[in-house]
């Protein structure tokens, strides 16, 4: 990827994050088939030149926003993985990623609530996959459960995303009834008792 976003110019963000609004609004209002770059950049309050300095076209864009959103995700996730207690660094690294989308609400309701855009939702289930995975190879578990009753290790990775995956987006399309924190202890909570159960 290029550079991390703290060398990024000041400038550059604030035309970024214009165009990312922009595009979350019209989002609302219409397909993405009929969105144009006229009209994000009429929203936004540029120009079509600084809108082209920055994405080739639409589908750049929404691939940029999508990997800009991974690396989000990856520096919160991975910036807890230093924690001294290994059970709670699971609720943690969660409570983390739901408070960063609490706090990008807009933009997060757009593209992973939203059928329109499923980019953003295939780069996150593919993250959270990730995630999942090496969580079950740390803790050495390739079957998992008791000797009759074992759990094939892609079984609980595709469980695992995809309970997690659709419990965002319900959140999201619910207008996050919960907080971070309590939505973060439910989803340990219930992942926990099943694992005993």
């Known amino acids: 990827m ?13 035309t970024r994050q ?10 609302e209002e219409m397909e993405i088939e009929k969105m144009t770059v006229s009209k994000i950049t009429e929203r936004a309050t540029i120009s079509r030149v600084t809108f082209y300095f920055h994405y080739k076209d639409i589908p750049d864009m929404l691939e940029k926003m999508a ?6 995700i990856q520096t919160i996730i991975y910036s807890k993985m230093n ?7 699971d609720w943690l690294m969660l409570t983390s990623m739901l408070e960063h989308f609490a706090e990008n609400a ?9 059928k329109k855009t499923p980019i953003f939702i295939e780069r996150l289930s593919k993250k959270v996959r990730e995630m999942i995975t090496k969580r079950i190879e ?12 074992e759990i094939q290790k892609d079984i ?11 419990t965002i987006v319900s959140w999201l399309r619910n207008d996050m009834p919960y907080t971070p ?8 909570l219930l992942a926990h008792k099943l694992e005993l159960d």
């Open 156 to 166: 609980a990775i595709w469980y695992g995303s995809s309970a997690l995956i659709g």
């Open 181 to 188: 924190h309590y939505l973060a202890k439910q989803f340990y």
């Open 106 to 114: 807009n933009f997060y309701k757009g593209t992973l609530g939203s």
């Open 138 to 149: 740390q803790k050495g578990m390739q079957k998992l459960g008791k000797e009759k009753d």
């Open 18 to 27: 214009l165009i990312k609004n922009a595009f979350v609004e019209l989002l």
């Open 83 to 89: 924690e001294k207690d290994d059970n709670s660094m």
């Open 67 to 72: 990997d800009s959103m991974i690396e989000d």
């Open 2 to 14: 290029s550079h991390s976003k703290n060398h990024t110019d000041p400038r550059i963000i604030r």
